[in-house]
């Protein structure tokens, strides 16, 4: 089996052509999308190759049209298989309607973005590395109350993002009181608020002086990765 840094360094690269064709924002919702598609995060440069040829293709069909995805494949292609990055930082020129709402915050840092994400699972984690990249987002998982308490100590995140599609072992009374003890600078956000983990949930916050934001997975990813983006590089 491949190392799992070099694993990385390919989706990387795939991230980096897409970024190259597409302005960011639109790069990594695209990412996110064919990551979650494709079921996990690549464990080997085979998969690598199978996400460009399979999900991320459709995804960038499906947002850019069949020709635009075309050319998106056979940069991926030249990059992973030849290691030529000739004409690979080059726009495509495409007229995207893009009506998604974009959240941003002012806080500048050029440090990855500290996130805690309170799930079931680390695959929610997993991808918000593949399509944002380890530079731009530290992200740690927390399934259950102990563990939650024991991150936001040790990593003093920016983000605590409860993942209601994979919901955690934590009580929602629970989180909800963790939520208050922290500092204003942290923004909660619900992802998936439409399921029943979320239902309620973001009232309750708000009756107890939480500012959490919900953002539905029906919507897309785009407007969460606006707010990562946003602590990272000001604004997009």
């Known amino acids: 089996m491949e190392h799992l840094a070099a694993v990385r360094d390919e989706v990387h690269v795939v991230r980096e052509v897409l970024e190259g064709a597409f302005a960011p924002e639109v790069a990594t919702t695209l990412m996110f999308r064919a990551l979650r598609d494709h079921g996990a995060v690549p464990a080997s440069r085979e998969d690598v190759l199978e996400l460009c040829r399979t999900t991320l293709v459709q995804v960038v069909a499906d947002r850019a049209g069949p020709e635009v995805a075309r050319m998106v494949l056979g940069r991926m292609e030249q990059v992973l298989l030849r290691n030529d990055r000739t004409g690979t930082d080059i726009p495509i020129e495409v007229d995207l309607d893009d009506s998604s709402i974009t959240l941003v915050m002012p806080t500048v840092w050029r440090t990855p973005v500290s996130t805690v994400v309170v799930s079931a699972h680390r695959l929610f ?71 029943d983990y979320a239902d309620g949930f973001l009232e309750v916050c708000h009756a107890r002086g939480v500012e959490a934001v919900g953002v539905d997975q029906a919507e897309g990813i785009g407007p969460l990765l606006d707010l990562i983006l946003a602590r990272y590089q000001g604004g997009l």
């Not at 530290?138 to 605590?160: G, M, N, R, Y």
């Open 125 to 195: 984690a997993d991808q918000l590395y593949g399509c944002l990249g380890e530079a731009r987002v530290l992200a740690i998982t927390a399934s259950e109350e102990k563990a939650l308490q024991k991150v936001i100590f040790s990593h003093e995140p920016l983000f605590v993002i409860v993942d209601a599609t994979d919901p955690p072992e934590v009580d929602r009374a629970s989180l909800v009181t963790a939520l208050q003890r922290l500092p204003d600078s942290v923004q909660a956000v619900v992802w998936g608020a439409e399921h």
